[in-house]
């Protein structure tokens, strides 16, 4: 164990000591340094690694229960009713179905949180699938919105292409989830562990935040916009 530092020089046979208030900084640092394994590197910020409190992480459990539960529910019901098997509710269980996996995610950790986990990529890997969660639900609510308002403002348009309208759902359903695979670029690389740089802000470069804020602003607009035709319509 490393109980005197927190950021080693193994090239030099000496050790720098530098104090930080944090875990992530710490390993952050060490990961700059090419001659620090990972490892090492986490053994010598765990005296830094602190976890939730019981009564958070038991929030967090029960949170996350609830959203999965609850959108499970929903997405059952839209299964099963041969019914609600019309484009509309396609787009509602897509919605459904991105915010279970954020209730995954939020699970997941606080579960490693309670196991002790300290591990950043595992940290890492969760954080950017509830990031990407909410990537989809962004997208999932803009395909709702836009639904409604291509049957509000061009009824005749909708009507005519309506044979087709669950193949276009599926269609842009399948789609929005490919175009989300760009919020998970941190698992394939794109990350502060794995490319450290000054840009770096917790796991994740800064131009990362700049483009997961841009998805989801442009997004969110696209929601505000149908929606708001649509009402003023009718």
Known sequence: MFNNSSVLTLDSN???VQEFDRWFPCI????QNTTVSYS???????MYFKEFETGTTVIYGLTAGFIIITNAAVLWGIIRSRQ???AFYFYMANLSL???????ALLCYSTIDLM???SPYIRMNIATVAISSQVLSASALALQSGNSYVVVRHPMFFYLNAHNANRNAGVAIVS?????????APIMGWNCLDMPTQNCSTFYHTAYFGLVGAMIILLAATSLFTTEQSQYTA
Do not use: P
Request: charged share 15%; with cysteine; aromatic share 2%.
């Open 28 to 31: 952050l640092q060490n990961m």
């Open 176 to 184: 929005s989830w490919l175009l989300s695979l760009l919020s998970l």
């Open 116 to 118: 002790g986990v300290t």
């Open 40 to 46: 090492q590197a986490e053994e010598a910020c765990s």
């Open 98 to 104: 991105a915010d279970i996996l954020a209730g995954i």
């Open 14 to 16: 000496e050790t720098s």
């Open 84 to 86: 609600l098997h019309k």
